[in-house]
T-cell receptor, first 113, second 115 residues
Framework: QKEVEQNSGPLSVPEGAIASLNCTYS??????FFWYRQYSGKSPELIMF????GDKEDGRFTAQLNKASQYVSLLIRDSQPSDSATYLC?????????????FGKGITLSVRP | ETGVTQSPTHLIKTRGQQVTLRCSSQ?????VSWYQQALGQGPQFIFQ???????GRGNFPPRFSGLQFPNYSSELNVNALELDDSALYLC??????????????FGPGTRLTVL
């Protein structure tokens, strides 16, 4: 079992729809969870992080965490063509100076105009 | 506030050579982590530097080494380059503070091609 798994893509949604991106992780000791967006040829850009069970909202983005089920998801409301990118889920087992991110493979999102 | 910078942007080397990549951390950050991202994959953790010492290492051989300087900038050195070392090398800076859940911010990366 991979440490961090993201559901197979690519994912295509029409403009204005909700895009749902899922991620599961194997290490129950994981403490914080991150979503990065990566445009083609660019470096990852931090969108959101979450460390408590439940939902965390930031604008059109909502991160959801369920530690019992070991999954974290990202919802993008009112999807725009500019949201078309690869989304990387990252899990951090440590804290402070012992933080180390383990990434999933990423899922490519395409938003159709 | 200055973001994370990396140099060079692109690099072409031949097998067996050595390479040094550089990273300047974001203002106020004291920790630098290095990642390798192969095409179509997520970044893989190489190692992290905190207070000028290696503070955690991923599954990479000893020919991958690094340094952190007093100003928190960092270098990644790779000896005896192999074809499989061709990848995007990413530096991420963060602040290891009391809160603990420190976000990591990536630089633009260095694209290394080994021929």
């Amino acid at each position: 079992q991979k440490e961090v798994e993201q559901n197979s893509g690519p994912l295509s949604v029409p403009e204005g729809a909700i895009a749902s991106l899922n991620c599961t992780y194997s290490d129950r000791g994981s403490q914080s969870f991150f979503w990065y967006r990566q445009y083609s040829g660019k470096s990852p850009e931090l969108i959101m992080f979450i460390y408590s069970n439940g939902d965390k909202e930031d604008g059109r983005f909502t991160a959801q965490l369920n530690k019992a089920s070991q999954y974290v998801s990202l919802l993008i409301r009112d999807s725009q063509p500019s949201d078309s990118a690869t989304y990387l889920c990252a899990v951090n087992r440590g804290a402070g100076a012992n933080s180390k991110l383990t990434f999933g493979k990423g899922i490519t999102l395409s938003v159709r105009p | 506030e200055t973001g994370v910078t990396q140099s060079p942007t692109h690099l072409i080397k031949t097998r067996g050579q050595q390479v040094t990549l550089r990273c300047s951390s974001q203002s106020g950050h004291n920790t630098v982590s290095w990642y390798q991202q192969a095409l179509g994959q997520g970044p893989q953790f190489i190692f992290q530097y905190y207070r000028e010492e290696e503070n955690g290492r991923g599954n990479f051989p000893p020919r991958f080494s690094g340094l952190q300087f007093p100003n928190y900038s960092s270098e990644l050195n790779v000896n005896a380059l192999e074809l499989d070392d061709s990848a995007l090398y990413l530096c991420a800076s963060s602040h290891a503070g009391a809160r603990g859940y420190n976000e990591q911010f990536f630089g633009p990366g260095t694209r290394l091609t080994v021929l």
